[in-house]
């Protein structure tokens, strides 16, 4: 049976993806006490990006910020991976947001409030944040965007 936020997601007309597998030797989340660490999640849709290169060049800003969502919902399903239930998200405590950038391209905080407005529609005043949003020469896959949030979680 889902849960609320998982309830959350489908009226929003998003559902939770598969896990994403690691592309090497890594957990996609790992819990440490009350908190769950995400790694960097791309955003891969079926197991494929649907679009790489750099923001500002081959990829539009409106295109990243939408890919950035896309990575903010393969974490939450990193996250879910790790705890079972994503009601058990007390609040998402911290978003890292990379951005493969052209060499001009200095539009990263806009980019990274693709995840950042997903993580809030989903998970109201428990999805609001302290945040990073930093440009990159490249990212793995080509990717243009990678997200990685930690997430505090209710008591046992």
Known sequence: MAGAVEARLAELGLT???????????????????????????????????????????????????????????????VKSAVGDLDRIARVVKVVGFVASAADFTGQPGVVNGASELLGAVLGDKGVHARSAVGVAVLPLDAPVEIEIQVELTED
């Open 16 to 78: 939770l993806p598969d896990v994403v597998p690691p592309l090497a030797t890594y957990q996609p989340a790992v819990r440490s006490g009350v908190y769950v660490y995400t790694s960097g999640q791309l955003p891969m849709v079926d197991g494929r990006l649907a679009v790489t290169g750099k923001v500002g060049a081959e990829v539009t800003p409106d295109e990243a910020r939408e890919l950035a969502g896309t990575c903010a919902l393969n974490a939450l399903a990193a």
